[in-house]
Every structure is written in structure tokens, then in C-alpha cells.
């Protein structure tokens, strides 16, 4: 089944403990996307991928940090979580090709991340 | 910085009726996007209109996309109670590979 996979579904952290959450998509898609999504703001870009290697700051980046090792794989990292990064986190990939904002994004099914 | 923003917030209408959403935005595009939510899961692609399209058709949904204007609009015709969800426009630039979304439209079908 092609899909968009999250890990943890569920966090609760204290301040200041690094941080991985996971993000894995089977469907070779280039484009991959990190959203934090926040009531009455809707969702906001952290960082997002066009393909192996390449990341760039979406409108949120601070105090987190991305990887493009492997074309399925893009973990965010919050090395230093603050409550303020308490939000529902959600990973999206697209196919590539004409620019990747040209196409749908898939997402997952979200991380409640809580840091207390 | 918040490209999309959805009119009305909150819209509740009757089982049947049209509903229909808008969406405004601020700088040149390549493409706008409508996205479904339910109650917290994650966002379902709805329907994607390219900077050079006006209008766009997807069984009870149709989209309309005004480039002079920066505006789009949404209607869902014939509306259902598993309508009821959270509907978001979203922004492809044309700077950069960046996707902005609005704050979004809560819509309730009431029985």
C-alpha cells in the first residue's frame, strides 16, 4: 500500500532532550515536506526536501533540523525541544518532476508532539 | 508568512446544500491546491488548479481559480454529513518549491 508513515504517533518530552521523529514514504517520490500545524494558524512549513541530499528552510525552521540520506527517508530532528514546538506534526511527500509544487502531496497520519 | 487565507473561518449548512469556501493569497503562483482534514488526521488532496486554468471539476467539487484577484473559491454541491471536515487551500510559489497553507474552513453538515 503506498503511504506516508510517521513514528511516534505519540510523544511526550521534557525540555531540552533531543528529538527524532521519523518520516518514510514507499512511493520513490522525490519531493518531502515537513508541517507543524498549530490551531487558528493552520499548517506551516518547517523544511522540505526536493531529493536525495538537497533540503531548504520552509517558513518555521528554527530550532529544527532535517536529513536526506536515503530518498524514503527524511527524519526531523528537534535537538533541543522547547514547549513552544508542542504541535501536531505532519510529513508529506509528491512526485517529483516540472517543480514538485506542481503536485498533491500524501501525508502521514501526523505526530502529537507535547514538550513539557 | 501566511499565503492562503480561507473565507469563512467556520461555515455550518444543511445536508444537501452547496457550500461553498474561498481562498486569497498574496504573491504569484504556480498552482493552488484544495485539502481535506478530518478532525486532526492527516490532510487528503482534494484538487489541484495550475496558474493558467480558471476552473476545475472533480465529481461534486469544483474549484475556481481568479489570477488577477488572487483568489480561489471551493464548492462542494450536494453536501453530505462525511463532508464535515476542515478544508484548506494551499499555495505552490513560483520563487521557490515552498508550499504555504491557509488557516483553513471548518465545515459542519448538519442532519
Known amino acids: 500500500e503506498a503511504q506516508v508513515t510517521q513514528n511516534p504517533r505519540y510523544l511526550i518530552t521534557v525540555t531540552g532532550k533531543k528529538l527524532t521523529v521519523t518520516c518514510s514514504q514507499n512511493?520513490?517520490?522525490?519531493?518531502m515536506s515537513w508541517y507543524r500545524q498549530d490551531p487558528g494558524l493552520g499548517l506551516r512549513q518547517i523544511y522540505y526536501?526536493?531529493?536525495?541530499?538537497?533540503?531548504d528552510k520552509g517558513d518555521v525552521p528554527e530550532g529544527y533540523k532535517v536529513s536526506r540520506k536515503e530518498k524514503r527517508n527524511f527524519p526531523l530532528i528537534l535537538e533541543s525541544p522547547s514547549p513552544n514546538q508542542t504541535s501536531l506534526y505532519f510529513c508529506?511527500?509528491?512526485?517529483?518532476?516540472?517543480?514538485?509544487?506542481?503536485?498533491?502531496?500524501?501525508f502521514g497520519p501526523g505526530t502529537r508532539l507535547t514538550v513539557l | 508568512s501566511q499565503q492562503g487565507e480561507e473565507d469563512p473561518q467556520a461555515l455550518s449548512i444543511q445536508e444537501g446544500e452547496n457550500a461553498t469556501m474561498n481562498c486569497s493569497y498574496k504573491?504569484?503562483?504556480?498552482?493552488l491546491q484544495w485539502y481535506r482534514q478530518n478532525s486532526g488526521r492527516g490532510l487528503v488532496h482534494l484538487i489541484l488548479?495550475?496558474?493558467?486554468?480558471r476552473e476545475k471539476h472533480s465529481g461534486r467539487l469544483r474549484v475556481t481559480l481568479d489570477t488577477s484577484k488572487k483568489s480561489s473559491s471551493l464548492l462542494i454541491t450536494a453536501s453530505r454529513a462525511a463532508d464535515t471536515a476542515s478544508y484548506f487551500c494551499?499555495?505552490?510559489?513560483?520563487?521557490?518549491?515552498?508550499?504555504?497553507f491557509g488557516k483553513g474552513t471548518r465545515l459542519h453538515i448538519l442532519p
Open positions: 508529506a511527500s509528491s512526485p517529483g518532476g516540472g517543480g514538485s509544487s506542481y503536485n498533491e502531496q500524501f
Open positions: 512511493m520513490n517520490h522525490e519531493y
Open positions: 526536501s526536493m531529493n536525495v541530499e538537497v533540503t
Open positions: 504573491t504569484s503562483i504556480n498552482n
Open positions: 488548479i495550475r496558474s493558467n486554468e
Open positions: 494551499a499555495t505552490g510559489q513560483y520563487r521557490d518549491d515552498k508550499i504555504i
